[in-house]
């Protein structure tokens, strides 16, 4: 039996100065903040990829796994052999990968910060059997990147890191190298934006959306104001992570934005609940993402009970194999 992720990070940063690392905390907090490209790899040294690790690793990898488990509930015949985490650090999205695909057998991690990898593989130690066999290879994203060929390819919290010039490049090295591709951002209008950049070039590479997105046409919520398509993943805090935060709640949400795209043709959902619904006494409204390219509330009450009851339990991000009525 491996390790979860948080007791792998409990284990390896067991000696790692705490002040150091509340420290680094607070420097990674406000370069992410900003939403800017830092220009620069931010996992520097060793203090600040282990902050890294501590406070954002289960996070990404609450994210990533479920973005993954989005995909597989629509294609439950999804199989994986391979991937590569490209910008994957400390490889957050890899032990996410190799917990919900059990076909999962090669892991390459490739990434610009060497110190980032070297926790990795350290942290990998203590991992699925996918992910302690790993490879983690130094290489820094450019205008002529090439990816390492693989069943599924994750880029996941990198291309806020880039210029927006390195976008194209990285999504497109991803068209010739895989087949499968998740592309996640934190689920911000500016992370938002980049994912609906890089889902337009998959499409235009002849890719087919498998999620979040019921349809390949444009994104009925682009050009919105205040609205954009994001979801959330619940993940519990550990005592560290609540210490490095300065956090009293045991428990946080992390936002992000994704696609999932497949470069077969795929059976999307019929539609996506975009928002926590609202439940009231016999009466469910979910705000949908629909087949039709169009976004808007629904409203599903007891008169109509099958439909009521679908409704009745679904939550935020959820897809609903019933066209809505
Ligand atoms: C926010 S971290 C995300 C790490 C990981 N994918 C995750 O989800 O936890 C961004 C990563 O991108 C890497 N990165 C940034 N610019 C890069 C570049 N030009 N080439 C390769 N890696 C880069 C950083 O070193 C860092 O590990």
Known sequence: MHATLTQALEAVLAGVDRRALRTATRALVEVYRSGAPPGRLVLEDATSAAAYAAYRMPATHAAVTRALHHATSLDPALQVRSMVDLGGGTGAASWAAAETFDTLERVQVVDGSAVALQLGRRLARHGPPAVSTATWTRSVVQEDFVAPTADLA????????????????????????????????????????????????????????????????????????????????????????????????????????????????????????LRRPVRRKGLVQLELCRQNATAGPEVLTRRDPSAYRTARDVVWGDALLLPPR
């Open 154 to 273: 994750v880029v996941s919290y990198v291309l806020g890191e880039l210029s927006e010039a390195l976008h194209g490049p990285l999504v497109r090295a991803v068209t010739t190298s895989s087949r499968l591709a998740l592309v996640l951002e934190p689920g911000t209008p500016r992370g938002y934006a980049a994912v609906l950049a890089a889902r337009s070039l998959l499409v235009a590479s002849g890719w087919h959306v498998l999620a979040p997105c019921p349809q390949n046409g444009p994104c009925p919520l682009a050009g919105r104001t205040g609205d954009w398509c994001h979801f959330a993943a619940r993940l519990d805090r550990s005592t560290l992570h609540r210490h490095l935060k300065g956090a009293a709640l045991g428990h946080e949400d992390e936002k992000f934005s994704y696609v999932f795209a497949s470069h077969e043709p795929v059976v999307p959902a019929a539609s996506r609940v």
